[in-house]
């Protein structure tokens, strides 16, 4: 179980910057792969970006690459999702997510999932 915080506000113009952060309640995070998943208005779920649980390896949709990053804070408990160069179509609802295998987070699908929260990308 997470629970994500969303800093910088959640509505913002076209290349602007966001930052998204996730705190797990569990104090064993640093043992999980983590992630960032998101849903459009009108379309299906998709993964962003997820990292495995040393921080090392990193995930990014085509989408996203150069734009996103993803980092953690283990010692925090928390996953972190800098949004930079925003487009319209990065509006959606955001959902950190967990799993022991970042496998089952980049391919399958995440075993723990934090609230989502809202990010609004004006033209």
């Known amino acids: 179980m997470f629970s994500c915080r969303r800093l910088g506000g959640g509505l913002v113009q076209t290349g602007g910057s966001l930052r998204l952060s996730c705190v797990a309640s569990e104090r064993t995070f640093g043992g999980y792969a983590a992630g960032w998943l998101r849903q459009a208005p009108g379309k299906d779920r998709e993964l962003v970006a997820a990292t495995n649980k040393g921080g090392i390896t990193a995930f990014y949709a085509d989408s996203v690459k150069g734009r996103f990053t993803i980092s953690r804070d283990n010692a925090k408990n928390t996953v972190y999702l800098q949004m930079d160069s925003l487009k319209p179509e990065g509006t959606a609802v955001y959902y950190c997510?967990?799993?022991?295998?970042?496998?089952?987070?980049?391919?399958?699908?995440?075993?723990?999932w934090g609230q989502g929260t809202l990010v609004t990308v004006s033209s």
């Open positions: 997510a967990a799993d022991p295998i970042m496998h089952n987070i980049v391919v399958v699908t995440p075993g723990f």
